[in-house]
């Protein structure tokens, strides 16, 4: 919705905005000294581009970041992910402000489950809890139980008794890793990750045998041919942890590319690949994350726009399930 060439934009309702930016402008000193001024903080999710990851103030997984907008005492949370990411930190904040750089950057998962249909879905399963992972929207959390991430969900579902029946959504790859991990038989709705899912066998294949030595890493979002090639499995903090503390000297990494810069800056002498995705397109990079830039971002934080505003009621329903995550976690140490 941003589009910096052009001097005026439209915020989706919430005005227009003059974005020239002096060519000159050290844009980094600047945000800098604006979250100063505001009392702003950047949380910033692992796929943003380097120069976004390199001012946050706080960059991690979708859990890390959930519990870093709980804690914060900043007047303004800039958040540098996608729609629903801010959205949880808004639900978490009602009385502060939380922007995102581009209110068009979406997720092809949480679009995957729209709340009226899963309604009526989830009708179908009246004794079921529902557990759903944070890549929803705000609706679809309002009509769950729990909510979960990719490095907490395997605790949460093994917190519940073995057998309380469960529907899982909205990802389908997750939850079959789930299931497999768990040995539970959770209802999967049917909705996934467009980047996750792009990934090709056969060239994994071809490039684990050019790089035998290397691990395979993959984040669960991934179909299950892919993860059964995988040396570990995990959360994008997951797979930074493990690229630093296992020894080997290459890591085939799938998931999306942005990861690979703090595993480039943790470790200098090791080597991180791509994992090829099936066409010979970008698409493993995730086209909503990538829709911010620092300069949507430095403007954000200078117009203090554009805003996540809810509806109070959807944000105190999806609140809830948010909060028994966030509670869960907690008391299991993660
Ligand atoms: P995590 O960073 O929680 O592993 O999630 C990955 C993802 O796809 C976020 O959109
Ligand atoms: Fe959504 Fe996939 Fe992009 Fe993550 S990588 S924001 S799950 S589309």
Redesign the pocket.
């Known amino acids: 919705m941003v589009d910096i060439n052009s001097a005026i934009i439209n915020l989706n309702g919430q005005g227009f905005l003059d974005i020239s930016i002096d060519p000159g402008l050290d844009i980094f000193g600047e945000i800098e000294k604006l979250k100063k001024e505001k009392n702003a903080i950047i949380l910033a999710?692992y796929?943003q581009e380097p120069d976004i990851q390199d001012v946050a103030d706080f960059i991690g997984d979708s859990l890390g970041l959930a519990q870093e907008a709980q804690k914060t005492t900043a007047d303004i949370i800039v958040f540098a992910?996608?729609h629903?990411m801010a959205e949880t930190a808004k639900i978490l904040n009602p009385t502060k402000k939380v922007l995102l750089p581009d209110l068009n950057a979406?997720?092809?998962?949480?679009d995957s489950a729209p709340p009226v249909s899963f309604k009526k879905f989830k009708d179908k399963y009246p004794d079921y809890l529902v557990i759903s992972y944070i890549?929803c929207s705000a609706g679809i959390k309002a009509l769950s139980d729990i909510i979960c991430t990719s490095s907490n969900a395997q605790k949460i579902v093994e917190s519940l008794p073995k057998d309380q029946p469960i529907i899982f959504a909205p990802?389908k790859n997750l939850g079959t890793y789930i299931n497999k991990q768990t040995g539970r038989n959770m209802v999967l709705w049917n909705g996934a990750?467009?980047?996750?899912e792009i990934f090709s066998y056969k060239k994994l294949l071809q490039l684990k045998r050019k790089h035998p030595f290397a691990k395979i890493i993959a984040h669960p979002?991934c179909e299950t041919q892919i993860l059964s090639l995988a040396d570990y499995i995990g959360s994008t903090t997951g797979l930074l942890k493990f690229s630093r503390t296992n020894d080997a000297k290459e890591f085939i990494v799938v998931?999306?590319t942005g990861i690979l810069h703090q595993m480039q800056k943790a470790n200098p002498g090791k080597t991180f690949i791509p994992a090829p995705p099936e066409n010979n397109c970008a698409c493993n990079d995730?086209?909503?994350?990538k829709l911010n830039t620092l300069e949507k971002l430095y403007l954000c934080i200078k117009h203090e726009l554009p805003e996540i505003i809810m509806d109070e009621t959807i944000r105190m329903a999806a609140r809830k399930p948010i909060d028994r995550m966030l509670s869960i976690s907690a008391q299991l140490g993660l």
């Not at 979406?106 to 949480?110: A, D, M, R, T």
């Not at 990750?193 to 996750?196: F, L, P």
């Not at 995730?286 to 994350?289: E, I």
């Open positions: 999710h796929y992910g996608v629903f979406g997720c092809s998962l949480s890549n990802d990750c467009m980047v996750h979002e998931t999306e995730c086209p909503h994350m």
